[in-house]
């Protein structure tokens, strides 16, 4: 779900979520409760129980404390699969570091050059899909290089790369048709995949290659993002993680973003298939 739609005010229901479906090869549904839905628990257990998927990946306010035990009576086992903390950005506050002549920011980024740095900068990430046994951590990481490659495809996606010798524009290498598909993402140092409205840019997934780490190049991307946003007249920078991945909230905080919602994850799964199922 969007930022716009977490954090409306649109009644809860549930939606087929067809890229999970076909990944884990089972019927997965999306129910987010945004965060002006109001507090009634109601709307959530009709929904729950109106649904035949497998799984429901169910996203609600963190403020509805009593709202887990209720998910456990629906006839569902419910699975705790962390938390959705979403920051903000007010474009143009946020504290850039000093421009560097040897880094290259800015888009489009050709698709085919995608897939290699999100596989090395999500290698290792504990999104909330790990947490179910009946999905498998290999077609996550599928998902998340699928997603990002749908974001560059719309032009919506902003990388640093490094400049060649010269200062030129960094070199991209060319596919047999003389398209720069043939680019394989050797040069990519980061890169952020964005969804763009009138007001909001919100950053999908955004990171820093393994090799290039511990360099200060996160607030370089961030500061690229910034710019673009403001460039095309956008108000404001929202972004997201799990709960459990602190490092990069304190990054966020030294930037100047601010928390602004938490969400919690929960998978509803049909309890018939856990049985012996372990991790």
Known sequence: ?????????????????????????????????????????????????????????????????????ELTSLGRTAVLADSLAYWRLRAGRGRAPRSRPDLLAGGPLPPAAVPGPVSDIFAAYRSHYVANPLFDAAAALEGYREWAVRSAASGRCVALRERDADGARAVVVPSEDGNEGGDDG???????????????????????????????????????????????????????????????????????????????????VRSRLLRGRRR
């Open 186 to 268: 050797g040069g990519v140092l980061a890169l952020a995949t964005l969804s763009e409205d009138d007001g909001a840019t919100e950053i999908l997934l955004a990171g820093v290659v393994s090799r290039a780490r511990g360099q200060g190049l996160y607030a370089h991307l961030l500061a690229a993002v910034e710019e673009r946003t403001l460039a095309r007249g956008g108000r404001e920078v929202v972004i997201s993680t799990q709960g459990h991945n602190t490092g990069v909230q304190r990054a966020w905080a030294r930037y100047g973003f601010e928390p602004v919602h938490t969400f919690l994850t929960v998978h509803l």
């Open 1 to 69: 779900m969007s930022w716009r739609e977490m954090t409306g005010n649109q009644a809860p229901r549930t939606v087929e979520a067809p890229f999970d479906s076909a990944r884990f090869g089972r019927p997965v549904e999306r129910l987010t409760v945004p965060a002006g839905a109001g507090p009634s628990f109601g709307p959530v257990r009709e929904a729950v129980l109106g649904s035949a998927a497998d799984v429901i990946v169910l996203r609600y306010p963190a403020g509805h404390v009593g709202w887990f035990a």
